[in-house]
């Protein structure tokens, strides 16, 4: 049977999202009470925050494995799913601090899974790190720990995204790194960092050499850019072949209401002889908020594995998203979501034949909440 194409399936998704937004709306059209005062989230000079985030997902294929295939973090099919709870504790640098997150849940087992140290104790610690920035060297903070990667455009929480899914340039690009970074502003608008680490999402090296990661940001009021690239070796036990990645995000924001971005990334895995394996993807993105508290985010994508390094299976990898934001208060938010991920080679489950077809939709409800002060 002929399977419908993914432009019909965007415009039903389409369809659905912006009635499920002013559905919601209706249903909460009761009068908003006053606001309360904003909470002290603040402990001495600790600072607390943290989030609760869970969806359900329903999966077209009906995998027997229960699984959205290359998906970050809504990896479970057509069942509910506990993403992750998250504490954060954080002391700004005057002149030294720390950052602690504390992490549960399945986002956190997906964000570890390839780290040797694959610990109970490590896979719960997301962010550890101790920032120093002296008082007079014009803004220079040194971090050491662990910390989130400087590449993509997509965070690690939910709620700081614009879709609920991350995106495949999100999903196979680096998440963390162990070491040391510093980054500087140079003038008003652009600054610079330098990383060096044991390399991408392990605590614990698994060679004795180091990647280096180079990083820039130019923010002005209606547009942002930043650069990063990443050069080392990453294979287990060995330091020749080198893995190069770049990363670009060009960030627009010229309406309160009306913001995109463009994300490109290219990669190359040097082979110890000759030849290399490469991957790259661009994808872009858009949020449009409709009223105060009903957003809506398309995002497209296209990811290109020539060698089958990253995805196990050399292909041509694309995806379209629509996310539907319905926001409760300044602490509760919930998303719809539609998205097709579709490839030009049979990768995908269905029932219980694997790489039995070349697509995959899902829709998911999520939402999260969230507490401590606004960023």
């Known amino acids: 049977m002929k399977q419908a194409g993914p432009y019909r399936s965007i415009r039903t998704a389409a369809v659905l999202t912006v009635l499920m937004c002013a559905s919601i709306g209706v249903m909460r059209g009761q009068q908003t009470p006053p606001a309360a005062p904003a909470p002290n989230w ?50 700004n640098p005057e002149p030294i601090g720390f950052k602690l997150d504390v992490g549960f849940g399945r986002a956190f087992e997906i964000f570890h899974a390839t780290d040797p140290a694959s610990s109970d104790l490590m896979r719960h610690l997301v962010q550890a790190y101790v920032s120093f920035k002296p008082a007079n060297a014009g803004g220079l903070q040194i971090d050491f720990g662990k910390f989130y990667t400087s590449a993509g455009a997509e965070l690690t929480e939910t709620n700081l995204n614009w879709n609920y899914s991350r995106a495949l340039l999100y999903a196979n690009g680096p998440y963390y790194h162990f070491g040391m970074r510093a980054t500087k502003p140079l003038t008003e608008s652009f600054s610079a960092g330098f990383q060096l680490v044991n390399g991408w999402n392990n605590v614990e090296d698994n060679n004795s050499g180091k990647t280096m990661g180079f990083t820039t940001g130019y923010v002005k009021k209606t547009f942002s850019w930043f650069n990063n690239y990443y050069t080392g070796p990453e294979k287990t036990d060995l330091n020749e072949g080198w893995r190069h990645f770049y990363d670009t995000v060009l960030l627009l924001t010229p309406h309160s209401k009306a913001n995109f971005y463009v994300n490109f990334d290219y990669g190359t895995e040097k082979l110890p ?75 995908f489950e269905r029932g219980a034949t694997p790489l039995a077809t070349k697509n995959q939709d899902t829709v998911l409800i999520g939402i999260v909440a969230y507490f401590g002060p606004k960023r």
Do not use: C
């Not at 973090?73 to 504490?87: C, G, I, R, T, W």
């Open 42 to 91: 603040n402990v001495g000079p600790v600072t607390f925050s943290g989030l609760i985030d869970a969806y359900y997902s329903f999966n077209a294929n009906h995998p027997a494995s229960r699984n959205n295939i290359y998906r970050n973090f809504d990896v479970k099919a057509n069942q509910f799913s506990l993403n992750m709870a998250k504490l954060t504790l954080e002391h």
């Open 273 to 347: 002889v000759r030849g290399s394996n490469d991957f790259l993807g661009i994808a872009g993105a858009a949020r449009f908020q409709v009223t105060d508290k009903i957003a809506i985010s398309p995002r497209l994508e296209y990811y290109y594995d020539k060698d089958g390094f990253i995805t196990g299976t050399a292909q041509k990898l694309k995806e379209f998203t629509l996310t539907g934001e319905y926001k409760f208060n300044d602490s509760v938010l919930s998303r719809l979501e539609y998205r097709r991920d579709w490839s030009d080679q049979r990768v």
